[in-house]
T-cell receptor, first 115, second 117 residues
Framework: GQQLNQSPQSMFIQEGEDVSMNCTSS?????WLWYKQDPGEGPVLLIALYKAGELTSNGRLTAQFGITRKDSFLNISASIPSDVGIYFC???????????????FGQGTILTVHP | GAVVSQHPSWVICKSGTSVKIECRSL??????MFWYRQFPKQSLMLMAT?????????EQGVEKDKFLINHASLTLSTLTVTSAHPEDSSFYICSARETSGSSNEQFFGPGTRLTVL
């Protein structure tokens, strides 16, 4: 099936540093989403992007929907210890057909923040 | 709002037994729910799409006779792992999409950890 390439796989940073991660796909998606997952829990939506070229912020988080609709990035500024977790990108298929609304997840980026 | 629960949160069973996992949308109706499986340090992989009142749609490679899905009401979908084996041990996560919502947003449950001995 479809796959998203997410990088980097892991990051070890100092508190206060900025973080950037990205996803690329061979397929076009109508929506790009970024999730954070804490150990033993389900993913929580951070940012949703609905339009090619869209740049959206949510507090210290900023994400962009690539113009080609095949990529997206997430930036976290001024990281804090509670940013620790696994971050996933996900592409969502558009209307129509059996793939309607389905999410395809990237491999995840494990973020460790040292105080 | 938009809370999804799963029960149980964890389960340990013997090989060969069947295990049922429930997914409930607590404060909204969900015509469509999704079931994912996540192995340690890996991504979420969609197993099937569950539609209220109709048969589930399974992803390629997922055995429908082994992973039985029942979506009998607008707030409940169940996943039954039949004749479980150690290789079925995984983290199972469901999500629900609001029936009346204008967006496609999926709300995720907290997951169920299955360990098969």
């Amino acid at each position: 099936g479809q796959q998203l390439n997410q990088s980097p796989q892991s990051m070890f940073i100092q508190e206060g540093e900025d973080v950037s991660m990205n996803c690329t796909s061979s397929s076009i998606f109508n929506t790009w989403l970024w999730y954070k997952q804490d150990p033993g829990e389900g993913p929580v939506l951070l940012i949703a992007l609905y339009k090619a070229g869209e740049l959206t912020s949510n507090g210290r988080l900023t994400a962009q929907f690539g113009i080609t609709r095949k990529d997206s990035f997430l930036n976290i500024s001024a990281s804090i210890p509670s940013d620790v977790g696994i971050y996933f990108c996900a592409g969502q298929s558009g209307a129509g057909g059996t793939s309607y609304g389905k999410l395809t997840f990237g491999q995840g980026t494990i973020l460790t923040v040292h105080p | 709002g938009a809370v999804v629960s799963q029960h149980p949160s964890w389960v340990i069973c013997k090989s060969g037994t069947s295990v049922k996992i429930e997914c409930r949308s607590l404060d909204f109706q969900a015509t469509t729910m999704f079931w994912y499986r996540q192995f340690p340090k890996q991504s979420l992989m969609l197993m099937a799409t569950s539609n209220e009142g109709s048969k589930a749609t399974y992803e390629q490679g997922v055995e429908k006779d082994k992973f039985l899905i029942n979506h009998a009401s607008l707030t409940l979908s169940t996943l039954t792992v039949t004749s479980a084996h150690p290789e079925d041990s995984s983290f199972y996560i469901c999500s629900a999409r609001e029936t009346s919502g204008s967006s496609n947003e999926q709300f995720f449950g907290p997951g169920t950890r299955l360990t098969v001995l």
